[in-house]
């Protein structure tokens, strides 16, 4: 048993009698046993609970990942016509949604820029801030190809073919300290693989006015007499 005991006064403070509690020990310690396994059973409930929620919000959020990396693979491939969803959306999901977009818009413009470059009459010739060229146009592969034969024997081992990612200073005219400076339209008459070639080299700025490159033209390119 589980007992308690206390004295009983009189008015005068005389003990005349003594009050007793007792319990049987099991019932106490099968409520105890209860009441605890009913504390666990209820935390565990709450613990799959929270899980289940978190889970179900996890999968609502993270569903259109697959989306949004399908749009991507898609830009990558070129296709400017794919539509971006979940721009609306106020959280990462949105804010992902809406970078693409601006990626896609971003691609339409460069499409359109390189389209017009390759069919511009002029040479032109792309460097990025390393002075590696990163781009040729038609017009420019063709010229250098035409007088491939002239340029090996300054550049034995030249090859229009194999010429993107190769310095920009294999070319006269083209110092990487005299790019790296360039702030504004640099024009020069060179010689090269037996050709006379104006050339006109303007620094390349993003739309946030970071340097990017260097853009060539060669807007002449005849044979020396």
Known sequence: YYTGYHPVHDPAGKVIGILYVGALKARIDALADKIALGVLVAAGLATLIGALIALIATRALLRPLPQIAGWTER??????????GHQTRGDEIGTMARAVEQLRQTSVSAARAE?????????????????AIIYCNKGMLATLKNAEAEIRKSLPDFQTDDLIGKPISLFPG???N??????ATHRARIEFGGRTIDLIANPAVNRRGIRVGTVNQRRELAPRK
Do not use: F, P
């Not at 389209?115 to 002075?131: P, Q």
């Open 178 to 183: 005299l790019l790296a400076a360039l702030t």
């Open 174 to 176: 083209h110092d990487g």
């Open 115 to 131: 389209s017009g470059l390759e069919n511009v009459s002029t040479n032109v010739m792309i460097a990025d801030t390393s002075h």
């Open 75 to 84: 830009l990558a491939q070129y296709d400017m016509d794919v539509e971006i």
